[in-house]
């Protein structure tokens, strides 16, 4: 948050022309702003025979609150006399302005000025916009207040000179909306009044200059009313939900809370009109009761702000509420159309009358609304919408969303796709999850090709018409918010064993009437299991205010659990608040949500045949209690699946490797094989290529693998050298790779998966610390075959520089028994020959020195001799070498370096960030458009093409380019995620801004953590900077309808 330099000016369609009327106002920042209780209105007062009357001023702008010479319970004023003409500007007599002198120009030294405006009649001019009559008001006005205050005027009152014009902020004629001195104006009959009175002691105490940086905001930022149209399905409280929504600054410190019917507040057409003169002559004179086209007695003012509406002759909200509230209104609407970007309050808060009741403004999203219902109620007899207001107190409503006291940080969600690839995204979490649930787990592992999962399924949700229509700009969220969550999903997806199965929930889809299951919960599940999880794209939803809307939806479907995908959330997830208690039902849903980047959903979905979700259980405080899965995803958090270390032997390698010991200090992995016997080989150093390298390009990376599944060389991988990596030449040899540059490869049985089929013998990573880690995996959609072990940093930059001088290092990895090495096993192996030999130790290996089938996997007797002083040196030791090993309590898990890279601020394996590219604009539908159409027959089609492919501009696509987040356009309405959530205090918390980027240089070391088993306990490198959020800074209140 901040304040601006150069604050934009607001300004009134005028027939045609654009007038400036609006004021420049600075930001203000909520978290600092005060809580003041307000005057019920500004005045000034005067005594007379012991009777003081209060007479109504609207306070103008001023740098100072008062000064010392107008701040007195006893100033002198003093009315200014004018000799004065109106003069035309052309022959139809259109009056451009009024020639005046003042008769006592030296009476106003030292006091204040009371100043009667123009009689004059400002007509239309068909010209420049300087020549608009509005301007020539303004320039009237001002002219006065300038000729007193070069008098010497210490303040100026000034009278409207036209019967029944509602005074206001008298701006849009200068760049400087600053007043030399404090000036108050009055409409005629209140100045006729007080210019009569007793002018030599006047009170001005209760008459404070409108400043910006004193606009009251109202905290809770947001509030809510209660929609309730009888008419619908399932009446007569058949459409019933809360709607967001901002008290202005202006109106009482408390009301009741009102429940009555909505009605269309309509001026007559004279009142309609933008022209002073016409406004003057044929509307200002009428009564509130005559200037509405419906009686508005007892009802709840619907004011809409179209652009074919000018509502000229009243064009300040202030207006708007005191006129509804002299008709009898209970309380005002004002539906905007605005998105969250622009969504002001309507202000200023200083008035010139005492307002009684309150008034609210909409999003565009729930104009449409409410529109779209009063609309369908007008066409059955006696079903009128009605709008329950919330309790104002200290002008303020109950707030719509819930207290974001609690943040709960990121939980590890892992994806299975085509029981080969799996990965892990960073989701956040949500404050309305149901506590405790029990969580939905994947198998632990899964035998080759996955057997018939049928549960945990992720499952694309399809928007229905009206929603895409209301997206792409060709409908309003009023159709596609009216007829609730079941309605608002067209279709259910899933690709199973590469076979699209679809299920109709809505019709029309597409445009065309389709057959649709009556009873979509029981149909999704029937077609795609009973645990499947919901996935949504934020986008795809722009009329959704909260996340509540998304699980609402997914809920309706029959889903067991719901991801929601981020657009706007380039970084890492965010932690989603709910509404309050609104319904009086529980805060809690029955089924939970979790976010995820955009990346992670498009990496899980894009080209995949089957895709499976794995989602931690949730604790009774409500934050999921994310176990192993942490360790395996990277967190900085202790292994719970810890292992004690082993040992592997080097059969061949200079003496300066391993601290020149023939035996290397190594770590386990709890997804090793069950059984494996000891294995002789040579070790084959290969590097990831730079796409997976990086999880910028994680899916990029995916889809190398899956191009290059039928060629002879890896796409993902090259040798240490960066020539291509041929994949016989890893048949028969133990792969030994960096972590660093795996990053697209967590858990690193992916790794692992890469090369077991092409006849690896077994994998050993290098760790970026020096600390011996066990590597551990939850769920595995596949058969692991093949051993891993970790080696320390040390050894591992040994085993690096041996490797590239093109010596040859070659290890005995030890045997596994009930999925753990057993110590001493390397010399009973080579005793009993049963030592698997690798490529160039005997074995038979594609592209070895002599192919075959290797069935004995036994070594010669010149072998053994050569191993026989190790062996007796293993013998002698026996099963109890203890040495290497430690307590697996007696180490944490050190961040690794990379994790440390504080540009990146995050760790998320698969959750790659989508930085939204800088040309792209706000507009509904942006990237909408650009996507791949989805159809009836297939929604799921822009997850089906090439990456790049005819995704020219396509943010979902654009995995190459990534803007700074200063290139990153704020968020609104159209095109971003829900509204984040106001705190349960002043603060605003942000869901989707991008953040604060840290200081470039990586930390040298981070504290140690304490063991932790839930999200919010794990501590990310960066979450304690701070982000730039939009809506902590709060948009100008607005004292104008701004139109065109």
């Not at 008769?103 to 239309?124: L, M, W, Y």
């Not at 004002?334 to 200023?348: I, R």
């Not at 009329?543 to 309706?556: K, L, R």
């Amino acid at each position: 948050g901040g304040f601006t330099s150069s604050p934009p000016v607001m300004s009134v369609r005028r027939s045609g022309r654009s007038v400036a009327r609006g004021a420049t106002l600075a930001l203000a920042v909520l978290a600092i702003l005060p809580v003041v209780t307000r005057a019920d209105f500004v005045y000034v007062s005067t005594t007379a025979s012991g009777v003081v009357t209060k007479h109504p001023c609207a306070p103008q702008h001023n740098t100072e609150n008062t000064t010392a010479a107008f701040h007195k319970t006893n100033a002198e004023a003093v009315l200014v006399t004018f000799t004065e003409s109106c003069e035309p500007e052309n022959a139809a007599g259109d009056v451009t302005a009024s020639n005046f002198t003042i008769s006592n120009r030296t009476a106003v030294n030292g006091k204040i000025a009371v100043v009667p405006g123009s009689p004059c009649a400002f007509g239309t001019h068909d010209g420049a916009e300087d020549k608009d009559p509005w301007f020539y008001y303004l320039n009237d006005f001002q002219g006065r207040v300038d000729k007193v205050i070069d008098a010497g005027a210490v303040g100026v009152i000034w009278g409207e000179g036209k019967p029944g014009k509602i005074p206001e902020q008298m701006t849009g004629h200068k760049t400087n909306v600053n007043q030399l001195v404090p000036v108050c104006t009055m409409s005629k009959s209140d100045f006729d009044t007080f210019k009569v009175s007793t002018l030599s002691s006047v009170d001005t105490t209760t008459a404070p200059m409108y400043r910006t940086e004193d606009e009251q905001y109202p905290n809770p930022t947001f509030t809510y009313l209660s929609l309730e149209e009888p008419w619908a399905a399932g009446g007569p409280n058949g459409l019933e939900f809360p709607i967001p929504a901002k008290v202005a600054t202006f109106g009482p410190e408390t009301a009741s809370s009102v429940e009555a019917e909505l009605v269309a507040a309509r001026f007559i057409s004279a009142c309609d009109d933008d022209n002073y003169e016409q406004c003057a002559s044929n509307c200002w004179t009428k009564t509130a009761t005559e200037i509405f086209t419906k009686n508005l007695t007892g009802k709840i003012a619907f004011f809409a702000s179209k652009e074919e509406l000018h509502y000229g002759c009243y064009s300040m909200f202030s207006h708007w509420a005191k006129l509804a509230m002299d008709a009898g209104a209970a309380a005002v609407v004002y539906g905007t159309e605005q998105d969250v970007g622009g969504w002001s309050f309507a202000g200023p808060y200083t008035t010139p009358f005492n307002l009684t009741i309150p008034f609210f403004s909409l999003l565009k999203i729930h104009t449409d609304t409410l529109e779209h219902v009063t609309a369908e109620s007008a066409t059955r007899a006696g079903h009128e919408v009605t709008i329950k207001t919330p309790l104002i107190a200290r002008g303020a409503g109950a707030g719509y969303f819930a207290p974001s006291d609690t943040d709960f940080g990121p939980a590890p969600v892992l994806m299975w796709r085509d029981f080969g690839d799996h990965f892990y995204c960073d989701a956040g979490q949500a404050h309305f999850n149901p506590a405790p649930w029990p969580g939905l787990p994947l198998p632990a592992a899964a035998a080759g090709g996955g057997g018939e999962l049928n549960t945990n399924r992720a499952v694309l949700l399809v928007p229905s018409d009206a929603c895409v229509a209301a997206n792409t700009g060709g409908g309003t969220c009023g159709s596609c918010l009216a007829p609730g969550p079941k309605a608002q999903i067209a279709q259910l997806w899933a690709r199973i064993h590469g076979a699209s199965v679809t299920v109709n929930v809505s019709s029309p889809i597409d445009g065309a009437q389709v057959a649709y299951a009556a009873d979509a919960a029981r149909a999704a599940r029937a077609a795609f299991g009973e645990n499947f999880v919901a996935v949504m794209f934020s986008e795809d939803f722009d009329c959704f205010a909260a996340y509540g809307e998304f699980a609402a939806s997914a809920e309706a479907m029959g889903a067991s659990a719901l991801l929601i995908a981020m657009r706007a959330s380039p970084y890492l997830a965010p932690h989603m608040y709910g509404v309050a208690d609104v319904a009086g039902d529980g805060a809690r849903r029955a089924t939970p949500t979790f976010s995820i980047t955009h990346t992670c959903a498009t990496r899980a979905l894009n080209g995949g045949t089957n895709v499976f979700v794995d989602l931690p259980a949730i604790g009774s405080d409500g934050n999921a209690v994310i176990g192993p899965h942490a360790y395996a995803a990277g967190y900085n958090v202790p292994n719970t699946e810890e292992m004690g270390d082993t040992s592997f032997k080097l059969e061949h390698a200079p003496t300066t490797v391993c601290g020149g010991g023939a035996e290397c200090l190594a770590g386990q992995a709890n997804f090793n094989p069950e059984t494996y016997p000891a294995v002789q080989a040579e070790l084959i150093f290969l590097d990831a290529v730079s796409d997976c390298q990086s999880w910028w390009t994680c899916l990029v990376c995916d889809r190398l693998e899956a191009d290059g599944a039928s060629g002879a060389t890896y796409l993902r991988y090259v040798a240490w050298n960066g020539e291509p990596l041929r994949k016989v030449d890893v048949a028969g040899r133990v792969v030994f790779a960096m972590e660093d540059s795996l990053r697209c490869a967590h858990p690193f049985t992916n790794f692992v998966f890469d090369f077991q089929d092409h006849q690896a013998l077994g994998v050993i990573i290098g760790l970026s610390s020096n600390t011996i880690e066990t590597l551990a995996a939850t769920s595995v959609p596949f058969t692991v075959a093949i051993p891993t072990f970790t080696i320390g940093n040390d050894d591992a930059r040994q085993f690096e520089q041996v490797l590239k001088s093109g010596e040859e290092i070659s290890v005995l990895l030890p045997r596994l028994a009930n999925g753990e090495a057993v110590s001493g096993s390397i010399g009973q192996a080579i005793a009993e020959g049963t030592l698997r030999l690798g490529k160039n130790h005997g074995g038979n290996y594609p592209g070895g020195e002599g192919e075959g089938d290797d069935k004995k996997n036994q070594i010669g007797a010149g072998e053994i001799i050569g191993f026989f002083v190790l062996l007796g040196a293993l013998l002698a030791v026996g099963a109890g070498v203890v040495a290497w090993r430690r307590s697996s309590q007696s180490g944490t898990r050190v961040l690794p370096a990379w994790l440390t890279d504080a540009l990146r601020g995050m760790r998320s394996f698969g959750g790659s960030p989508n930085a939204p590219s800088a040309a792209r604009g706000t507009a509904a539908g942006a990237g909408a458009a650009s996507r791949v159409t989805p159809t009836r027959t297939n929604p799921y089609a822009e997850f089906e093409e090439e990456i790049d492919g005819g995704h020219a501009g396509n943010e979902r696509y654009a995995l190459y380019f990534f803007p700074q987040p200063s290139e990153v356009p704020s968020p609104a309405r159209r095109g971003s995620d829900p509204i984040p959530p106001a705190s349960g205090g002043t603060e605003m918390v942000d869901a989707f801004a991008a953040p604060t980027l840290p200081p470039a240089a990586p930390p040298t070391s981070l504290p140690a953590l304490a063991p932790v088993v839930a999200a919010g306990e794990v501590e990310l490198v960066g979450r304690t900077q701070g982000v730039t959020n939009p809506f902590e800074t709060i948009p100008p209140a607005d004292p104008y309808v701004r139109q065109g």
